[in-house]
C-alpha cells in the first residue's frame, strides 16, 4: 500500500497521550505518569503542541534509522508518533518551502540529551535535503565538526560523561533550494578552570586523555609525551577511563574528523603540540628562595620538564623562566618588576595553561568556521542550533554556574515570550478572541542580574575595575546593600532580615531563585574570574614562541601594540554575547526540544520521580501546557480534521464534496457537541476541551469497528457473489461450447446425408438429362447427315445437268460453226483464186510486224546508256529482229550520248579508260577510284604559298601532285612525300620544306608494278646504268595508285613514245642501291586494321598485309 494514502494520526495507537496539551486531567502528577508511561515504553518524545520533550534514554533505541528518516520526511507534524525528526523536518520545510529561518532551542540540564538532541537535527536536515558531490562535502564538513569540538570541549562530569563544557550555537546556512552552502559556528565560554583542576569523580577534557592513549609511540616521543596518566599533575586520576568509551578510537575519529573538515596536517600537529604543551605545563614545579631583601621567590624545580616545554613551543627558556618568577606593572610609563612568591607562581602557571587551552579552543572554531563558511555571498536561509549547557545547581555553585544559569535564564525568557507570542498570533491569525493567560515571567531574574546600573554583573565589574583592595567579601556587600530589596535575591547578610537566621545560607554566599530553582553561589573566586587576568610578562613570553600558532594566539602580548585599557571582563563579554545571541534568536522561527534527565545514574528504565518532576517544574512545562491550553486545547486543520471524523455523520461518510470547514460543521453539529466547546478559525478548528476531542476519538473508535464489520460484511458479500457470479458465467461458458460441439456434430451427420442424398439425386437427374441430350444430339446428327446427303445429291443432280447443258450447248456452238464455215465455204467457194491464200499470209504478216513496230516505237526505253530495260518480245518469230534492234539502239543511243562530250571531258574519259583496260578485274583497288574522277594537281602547287618554292624550281606543267608514302626498306614505315609528275620527269620533295628528293626523268624509267590487292603499294623501277638508278627503285604507297600509275603510264608514252610496263603481281623485286628486296603481299588479319601495313620480314623481304575484303 502506497505510503502517502494512508493517514494516521498522532492520534493512533498512542501511549498515554502522545500531546500533553490532551492531558486530562491536567495536573501534574498525570503529567508525570504519562511522561512515565511514554518512556517505559519506549516513547522518549511527547510533544506540548510544537514543542518536543525529550527524556533520555541512556542507551540506543532503533528510531533513528534511515526507514525512521523516510518515514517521517515529508510529514504533517501530527500525522505520526512525536518524535525529534517531525520537529525537524516541519523547522526544514518551513525554511525550505515558506522561506523562515528557523533556530532550534535545545535546553535542559547537564545530561539530559541536548548534544544528542542537536546531532539528531543535524543528521535528519542532512539526510532529506539535496544530495550531490558538493553538498554532500558541505554536510560531512557540517556533521564532522562535532567530534572535533566535542574532543577539546566536552569532558566527563559526575552528570554526563560527555558533558559540553562550552555553548555551542550552530547556523547551518542553505540556499533557496535547501541544500546547505555552510554554517557557522559561534562558542559561549568555555569552562577553562577545568584544564588545571576537576572536581571529584570528573575528568579533564577528553583530548588531554585521547591524546595519551591514542598517538602512536612515536608522535609522542615527538611531543615529548608519556603514556601514563598518572604523570600529569593536571589529569585527575580517580576516573581517567570512562566506561564504554575508547580513548584510543575517539583520537583517530577526531584526527580523521580534523581531516575532513579541513585541517592539514601541520595544523593539526601543531594543535596537538599545544595541547601537550598545556598538559605539561602542570608538572612544573616551583620551589621558594630567600632573597636579600626578606621577600620569597620562587624557582622552577625541575628545569627539565620547561626545557621540554620551550623545546615544543619553540620559546627561549629563560623568557618562560623569568615570565614564572617576575611580574611587571606598567602604570603611566613606568614599569615596576616584582618578584612572584611560589603561589603567586603557580597562579601564572595556571592562568597560562587556562589561557593557552581556551585560545586554541576559540582558534579551533575558527578555524572550523573558515572551513565550513559558506562559499557564495547570495542570500541564505538559515537554520540556527542551539546546544548550550543546561542549567547547573550544584554544591558549590561558582562564577561559571552563575553564568551557565543566567544564560538559560535568558533563554527561558525568550522561550515564554516566543511560546505566548506565537499562541497570540495564532488565535489572531485564525480570527478567534485572544484570552489573556497568567503565567510567571522570569524577566525579573534576568533583570536582577543583567541589569546596568544595579544587576549582579554590573556591580561584579564595578567591583573589579574600582581602585582600592578589591575581593570577593567586599563584592558580597555590594551585592547585599543593592540588591537586598530583590525578592528573587537571598543573602545572610543582606538587609532583608528573614535570612537573618537561614542556616542554609553560609555567610560567604548569596542565593538567587531562577526560575527552575533556587541557586547558591559561593563568592570566592567570583571577581578573579570575572577579571579573567594573565600577566602581561607571560603573554609577552609567549608572544615571542617561535610556534606560530601559540604566537598567533597571543596578539597581546605583542610589545608594540600595548592596550593600557583593562580587557572587557569575561562577564560583561559573556552578557554582550548572550545579548546578540537572544536578537539573533528573536528573528528567527524557535522550534523548542525540552530535554529531560529520567535519573542520576546514567541508567536506562529508571524514572526518578523527584528529579524528572524538579525538570518539569523549573522548564516551566505545566506553564506551557496551559498557556497552550488556556484558550482551545486542541487545534487542527479542517482538512486533516474532516478526513478522520467523517464517518461519524451520515451527511459527510464517506464523502463531503463541498469546503472542509462547512463538512467539519455539518459534522461537529450532527455529533451534537455543545457550541462553547469548540470555535471555527479561518482554516483550523479549535477545541477547547481535550475531553471533547477524546469523546470524538472513543466515537471513531466504535465507528470504526463497526465500519469494518461493515465492510468485512461487505466484502464478504461482494467476495461471494462475485465468486458466485463466475461461477455462473463459468457454467453458462462451458454450456455454452458443449452446446455448440454437439450442434456442430449433428450438423455435420446431417450435413453429410444431405450431400450424399443430394449426390444421388442429382445423379439420376443428371443421367436422365444426358440420356435426353445424347439422344437429341443423335437426331440432330441424323438429320444433319440427311440433309447432308440430301444437298449432295440435288448438287450432284444439278451439277451432272448443268454439265450436260454445257456440253451441249458447246457441241451446238461447234456444230453451229462447222456448219456456218460449211456453209461459208460452199457460198464462198466460186469466189476464191488460187494464190489468194499466199496473199492473205503475206497481208497477215505485214500487219503483224506493224503492229509490233509501232508498239515498239510506244514502249521505247530511255536514252540512257546504262538503262538495261527493253520492251518484251511478242511473237516468239522475232526473237532474233528483237535482239538485234536492241543492240542497234543501245550503239546508237551511246554515240548520241558521246557527241555530247567536250574535248576535256573526253581527255578524262580516255585517261579513265586507260584505267580501265590496266586495272579492271586485275587490281581490286580499281572499283573504288572508278567514281572518282582524276584531278591531278591535288595540292595546288603553284597556287599554295607552302609550295612556292618548289613550284619555281619545276618549270613544266605539273600534270600530277599528291602527297605518297615513301617506303623505308629499313622498317617498312612510310615517309611522306610529295609526289610530282611533269611532262618529263618525276619527282619527290619533302612534305614541309618543299625540297626536291628526287628527280627522275621519265625516260629512264621502265615498269612500275603493284599488287593485285586492294592495297596502294608500288614500285617504280628505273632502267639500269641511268643516273637515278643508282639510288635505286621506288617503294611509294598512295590511295590514289589507279591515278598516279595511270597517269604516269600516260605521261611516259607520250613523251618517250614507249610503254613502260605495268606488273601486276602479290610477289614482286625492288631494287634497293644494291640489293634487291622482294615484296610479298599477303591477306592480313583483322588486327591489321583495315590499312595495309607494311613489315620488314628480312633482309630481303617486306611483307606488307592487306586487310582481307
Ligand atoms: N536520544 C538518545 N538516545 C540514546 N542516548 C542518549 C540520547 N540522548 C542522550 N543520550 C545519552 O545521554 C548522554 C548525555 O547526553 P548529552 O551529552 O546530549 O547531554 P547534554 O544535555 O548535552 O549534557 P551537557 O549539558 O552536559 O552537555 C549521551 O552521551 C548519551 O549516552
Ligand atoms: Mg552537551
Redesign the pocket.
Known sequence: MSKMEVKTSLLDNMIGVGDMVLLEPLAEESFLENLKKRFDHNE?YTYIGSVVI?M??????PIYSPEKVEEYRNRNFYELSPHIFALADEAYRSLRDQDKDQCILIT??????????SK?VMSYVAAVCGKGAEVNQVKEQLLQSNPVLEAFG?AK?M??????RFGKYMDIEFDFKGDPLGGVISNYLLEKSRVVKQPRGERNFHIFYQLLSGAPDDMLKKLNLERDFSKYNYLSLDSATVNGVDDAANFRTVRNAMQIVGFMDDETQSVLEVVSAVLKLGNIEFKPESRVNGLDESRVKDKNELKEICELIGIEQAVLERAFSFRTVEAKQEKVSTTLNVAQAYYARDALAKNLYSRLFSWLVNRINESIKAQTKTRKKVMGVL?I??FEIFEDNSFEQFIINYCNEKLQQIFIELTLREEQEEYIREGIEWTHIDYFNNAIICDLIENNTNGILAMLDEECLRPGTVSDETFLEKLNQICAGHEHFESRMSKNSKFLNDHTLPHNCFRIQHYAGKVLYRVEGFVDKNNDLLYRDLSQAMWKASHSLVKSLFPDGNPTKINLKRPPTAGFQFKASVATLMKNLLTKNPNYIR?IKPNDK?ATHIFTDSLVCHQVRYLGLMENVRVRRAGYAFRQTYEPCLERYKMLCKQTWPHWRGPAREGVEVLLKDLQIPREEYSYGRSKIFIRNPRTLFHLEDQRKQRLQDLATLIQKIYRGWKCRTRFLLMKRSQVTVAAWYRRYAQQKKYQRIKSSAIVVQSYIRGWKSRKILRELKYQKRCTEAVTTIAAYWHGTQARRELKRLKEEARRKHAVAVIWAYWLGLKVRRDYRKFFRANAGKKIYEFTIQRIMQKYFLELKNKMPSMSPIDKTWPARPYLFLEATHTELRRIFHLWRCKKYRDQFTEQKKAIYDEKLEASEMFKDKKALYPSSVGQPFQGDYLEISKNPKYQKLSTLVEEKIILADIVNKINRANGKGAPRIFLLTKNSFLLADQKSGQIKSSVPLSDLTSASMSAQTDGFFAVRVKEGTPAAAKGDFLLSSDRLIEIVTKLYRTCLSSTKEKINIEISDEFLVQFKQDKVCVKFVQGSPKNGSVAACKRKNNRLLEVAVPSP
Not at 552528570?159 to 559540553?164: C, E, G, I
Open positions: 522518549i525529550s533520555n534514554p541512556y542507551r540506543s533505541l535542559g540540564e547537564s545530561g539530559a540529551g541536548k548534544t544528542e538532541a539528531l566536552n562530569t552528570r554526563n560523561d560527555n558533558s559540553s546546544d549547557y543546561g530535554c546514567k
